[in-house]
Structure formats: structure tokens, C-alpha cells
């Protein structure tokens, strides 16, 4: 089958909210396609959606080996580890991300929540207070996020 076309079928079914069916779609794909960039950052998105966090941990990793320079993949593989319960891997491995990550406001909120989660509330309010300088819309999601509840008032 042509690569762009099964690509396509699989995000028509992960836009439908069908993850599962853009999985199995991708798993057409031969082994060499399914490695490529596209493939792959498809594939996360669905593990994701799919609340497959282990699996999208590692498929997020292996993009980040690939495009160590791409801080989004080191933002979405972080996240994944972090919903595996494995929140200690999921900031080390942020912090492990390109330069480029510092002016990144989910990068700061992502670590305002490791940090809080891990006891660490004093980073992990100047992270949050960072994020939403920089990205005041921030604001409302922190309000929500359990990971963020025993910071006490937002800054």
C-alpha cells in the first residue's frame, strides 16, 4: 500500500477520535515506513490518544534520538513517562532536551508539575510562575491540573 495514503487513512481515524483504528492502520505500513518521521510522530499521537503511555514514552524516546533538536518530542515523551507514574524519568528526560526547550511555556509547566508531584514546590512554583508569564492561557488549565493542587494559590 502507498505510504502517503495509509498515512492519511490513519489520521482520518485519529481525527474521527478513533486511535486504535490509526494504530492498526500504521501497523500496514513495512517495517522501514513505519520508522519514518511521519509515521512515527502519527503513532505517538495515537498512543497518546490512546492512553497508551508506555508505549508512547518509548515512541516518543525514539523520535527524540532521531530529532534531538524537535523539543516538542521531548515534551510529549516526557508527559508519557510522567502518566506511566514514572514522574522522576519524565524530568530527566525533559531536562535532557535541546536549548530551544527554556522558551517553551509548556516546558516550564510541564516541570511546575513533575516538580510539585515530587515534593519539590518551591521549583515547582517558579516553573508555573514562568509558564504563565509566558503563556497566560495556562492559567486556567493550572487551576484544573491535580498535579498542580497542593501548590496552594496560583501566582
Known amino acids: 500500500m502507498d505510504f502517503v495514503r495509509t498515512l492519511r487513512s490513519a489520521l482520518g481515524w485519529l481525527e474521527l477520535g478513533l486511535p486504535e483504528e490509526c494504530l492498526g492502520e500504521l501497523a500496514n505500513l513495512t517495517p522501514r515506513e513505519r520508522m519514518r518521521r511521519q509515521a512515527l510522530e502519527l503513532k505517538l499521537f495515537a498512543e497518546m490518544r490512546a492512553l497508551r503511555w508506555n508505549a508512547g514514552a518509548d515512541t516518543g524516546r525514539l523520535l527524540c534520538m532521531r ?42 509547566y510541564n516541570l511546575a508539575c513533575f516538580n510539585a508531584v515530587l515534593g519539590k514546590n518551591g521549583q515547582a512554583r517558579s516553573h508555573l510562575k514562568r509558564a504563565i508569564s509566558m503563556d497566560d492561557s495556562l492559567r486556567d488549565l493550572a487551576q484544573r491540573d491535580e498535579d498542580l493542587a497542593g501548590l496552594g494559590p496560583l501566582p
Open 67 to 108: 530529532e534531538p533538536k524537535e523539543p516538542r518530542f521531548f515534551i510529549h515523551a516526557a508527559y508519557c513517562l510522567h502518566e506511566t507514574g514514572d514522574t522522576h524519568a519524565a524530568r530527566n528526560w525533559l531536562m535532557t532536551g535541546p536549548s530551544e526547550l527554556i522558551e517553551d511555556p509548556l516546558f516550564h
